[in-house]
C-alpha cells in the first residue's frame, strides 16, 4: 500500500504538537475584541484567527509531509463535492465552534485527523479553553491529558444524556426533522437534551464517559473524522442516522457509548439527507 513506510506514530505527536501550539493562539484570541465575517449565512460565522490557524496548520504538514493531502474548513470552496483518496489524507477544523468562540462559550476545539486509504487513524481534538487535549490512535485507546478515557455502559435512553448538533443555516425543512427529533429523544423520555455548538466537543464529551450518545446533521468531514477515532478507541460507536455504517461525507451522525443505545436512538429518530434536502453551507 501507499502507506507502508509512513511512521503513523510520529505524525501522531506532530499533530498533538500543533493543536497545542495553535490552541494556544485561539485562547489568546478568544478574550480579546474579534473580527466577525459571515460565510453562506447570517449565522454562518468565520474570523481571523480560523483562518490563521488553518494557514499555521497547512504550512507545518506541508513542509514536514509535502506529499500528503490537506482539507480545511476555510480552505474549502464550493460545494461538499470533495473526493477523498487512499493518500494519506489530513483533515482540519481550525475552530470547531466558531460561535462559541465568537461569543466567549468555552467550547471551541482545534480538530486535526489523519486518514489513511479513506478511514482515520488518528484524530486530536484541543480545548485550549478547558485546557483540554483529546486524542486517539487506531489500535491504541483515547487519551485526555495523557489519562486514557471510556465511553459509558449505558444502554436504555431513559437514562442518557444526549447531546446533539445540528446546522448553521436555517433550512426550515431541516428545521422541522430537527425538531421532531429532538422530541422524539426527549419525550422518550432521555435524562436530558445538551447542544454544545461543537460537533467535536460534543463527540468527546461522550468519549470521555461525560455523556452518553451525539448525534446531527449537516457535518462536514473536518468535524467528525477526528472525533470520531476518539469514540470509537475509547470503546463507543459511530453510525448514521439510521444506525447504519458510517460515511464521513454524508454529513450526518449518531455516535453513543454502546451499540444498544445507537439502535435506540437511530429507530426515534428521522434520517436528515442534508445534500438532498438543499443545505450546501
Ligand atoms: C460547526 C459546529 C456545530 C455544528 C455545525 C458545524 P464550526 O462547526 O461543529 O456544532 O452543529 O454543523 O458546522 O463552523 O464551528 O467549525
Ligand atoms: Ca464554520
Ligand atoms: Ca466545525
Ligand atoms: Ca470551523
Redesign the pocket.
Known sequence: SVVEDFDVEGAFEFAKKLAVENGEIVKVAFHKPKNVDT?SNPT???TET?RLVEKNIFAAIRQKYPNHKLIG??SFTGPMSLTLTNEPTWVI?P??G??NFVTGFPYVAVVIGLLLNKEPVFGVVFNPILGELFSARKGHGSFLNGNQIFVKKTTELNESVVLSGFT?GRNYENLAKVRGNLEAILMNPAIGIRMLGSTACAMTIVAAGRGDAYFGANFHIWDIAAPTIIITEAGGVVGDLAGEELNLMKRQIISTCTPELMRKIADKITPINPEADGSVE
Open positions: 460565510k454562518d460565522l468565520v480560523d474548513e476555510e477544523d475552530i470547531d466558531t460561535s448553521s
